[in-house]
Structures are given as C-alpha cells and as structure tokens.
C-alpha cells in the first residue's frame, strides 16, 4: 500500500553549476502536475512531464526546480536596440535640457545586454537534472510507502473493530427477534375480545410474523462479513491495481449495508455497535483517499 502523500528533495553539485529538485504530493482523483522551474529552463518541461507520468498514476504533484549556473555567461549587446533608444534619449535630454543620462539606467532598463543561455546546449545538465529528479522521486515513494503502512494499520484495526461489532450484533438477534414477538403478541391480546375468532386471531399472528421478518438483518450481517473477507484477502494480494479506489469501493458497499442495518435493528441491544460500524466505515472512507 502505497500513500498519495509524500516528500522528497536532492541536489547535485558540479563546478559549472548546482540542481536542486524537490517533490512533493498530494491525494488527488487523477494525476494532475504543477511544475515551478525558472523561466530560463522552460525547455525541460516536457522531460520532466515524461519522468513523472512514468511513476505517477494518481495524485497532485507539484515539482520545484532551483540551480545556480556558475559557468561563465557569454555576453552581448544589441546594437540596434542600443542605437534606438539612445537617438530617443537624445532627443529627450534635448527637449527636457538635460545635459546627461546615466549609461547604466539606459543599458538596465531596455535589456540592452543580452545573456545567452549555455545550459540549453548542455546535454549534460539536462541528463543531470532527470537524474536529481528521479532520486528526488525516490526518496519522496520512500517515504508514501511508509506512510502507506501506517495507513495499512490503521484501517485493519477498523476492520477488527466492525468485525468484532457485527458478531456481537449477530448474537442478540434471537434475543431480539423473542422480545419483539412477546411485546406484539401481549399487545395483540389486549386488543382483541376474549370472543375472537380463531381465524381472526391467526390472522394476525401472520401478520405479525411478516412484521418480525422485516427486522431480519442475517442478511445484512452475511453481506458485512463478506466484504470484510474481501478487505482481508485485498491486503494479502501481493499487487492490486488501482487499491485506493478498490477499498473504496468496498467501504462504500459497507457503508450502504450498515445504514440498512441501522434502520431495520437499531435498538438498545445493537445501538452503540451499528454506530462504531459507521464510524469506523466513515473514518476508513477518509483515509483510503490518501491511498494510491
């Protein structure tokens, strides 16, 4: 079992330059990706979009790349620009009667001095870069599984609990089901004459045999273990495609027989168990969307 959420940051040091890569997740529905990198390395985009693809299937994964060029940059000035806008601030200081203006305000505003990116044309920096990435996607998997695991406990001993609950449940129906056909039958008697009919007064002990039927819950219990046999079989399987979604699909079809079960038998024997069911079921449902 694997989470949706983790963390992982590497970097690589070299003389001509420094990568630094930092990946984390979140749960998603689908796999949506948001990359921070420098408008300078734009290019690496789809490399990087290719590299999570591959080890992503679900999830919000949000890449962030920093580096520091220390090779030495090669400069140039654009001598067509440059002429332009010193004829226009000729024409500027002539009409304002200003004698002078700063070279360096006119050379930083215009982007007169053009640096060319050497990292573009650098194979190696970009085979670098994928390579800080995937150890950065390492250590970020290394640390899902682990949280997959803490997840992993925590849902089978829900699944303990409701099963436990739903045994105990199962105990009192015979208890329940005499109870409830005592109280009927004791009201039925009073309400009729002591000079009914036979056939009346069998009558509605039919009736009231269908009445009783409608709180049989066996049902419902054999369908609750069926699914918990499932979670327990799902979690043996070595590899399960899709697990987040299977659980919770499982805990969803769980969740609909304990609200029936909470209609048809809540009483004072079953109360406090039907409602540790939905909780469990509930706070089950709420983690597995962490799971990938």
Do not use: W
């Not at 219990?221 to 979604?245: C, P, S």
């Amino acid at each position: 079992m694997i989470s949706m959420t983790g963390y992982g940051k590497a970097a690589l040091n070299k003389s001509d330059y420094e990568i630094e890569i930092e990946v984390k997740s979140v749960n998603g529905k689908f796999l949506e990706f948001k990359c921070n990198i420098p408008k300078d390395v734009n290019y690496l985009e789809p490399l990087l979009r290719a590299r999570i693809n591959k080890n992503y299937k679900r999830g919000t994964v949000e890449l962030r790349l920093r580096y520091i060029d220390r090779s030495k940059p090669e400069v140039a000035i654009n001598e067509e620009k440059l002429t332009t806008f010193a004829n226009m601030m000729q024409k500027v200081m002539k009409i304002s009667h200003t004698e002078t203006m700063p070279l360096e305000y006119l050379l930083r505003e215009y982007d007169i001095i053009e640096y060319k990116n050497k990292l573009s044309d650098n194979l190696n920096f970009s085979k670098d870069v994928l390579d800080v990435l995937t150890k950065a996607i390492k250590l970020q998997q290394k640390g899902a599984i682990k949280e997959g695991k803490s997840i992993k406990k925590h849902i089978l001993q829900s699944i303990n609990q409701i099963s436990d609950a739903v045994n105990l449940i199962e105990s009192t129906i015979l208890t329940f089901r005499k109870e409830l056909f005592e109280k009927m039958k004791a009201r039925i008697e009073d309400l009729l004459p002591q000079s009914t009919n036979i056939n009346l007064e069998q009558r509605l002990m039919q009736e009231l045999a269908i009445y009783l039927d409608r709180y049989d819950i066996q049902e419902e219990i054999n369908r609750l273990k069926e699914h918990i046999d499932t979670l327990h079989k799902t979690f043996e399987a070595k590899a399960v495609n899709d697990l987040g979604k299977t659980l919770n699909f499982v805990f969803q079809e769980m969740q609909r027989e304990s609200n029936t079960l909470g209609s048809k038998y809540s009483n004072q024997h079953s109360f406090q168990n039907i409602l540790l069911i939905k909780e469990e079921i509930e706070k089950c449902r709420e983690i597995i969307q962490n799971v990938m």
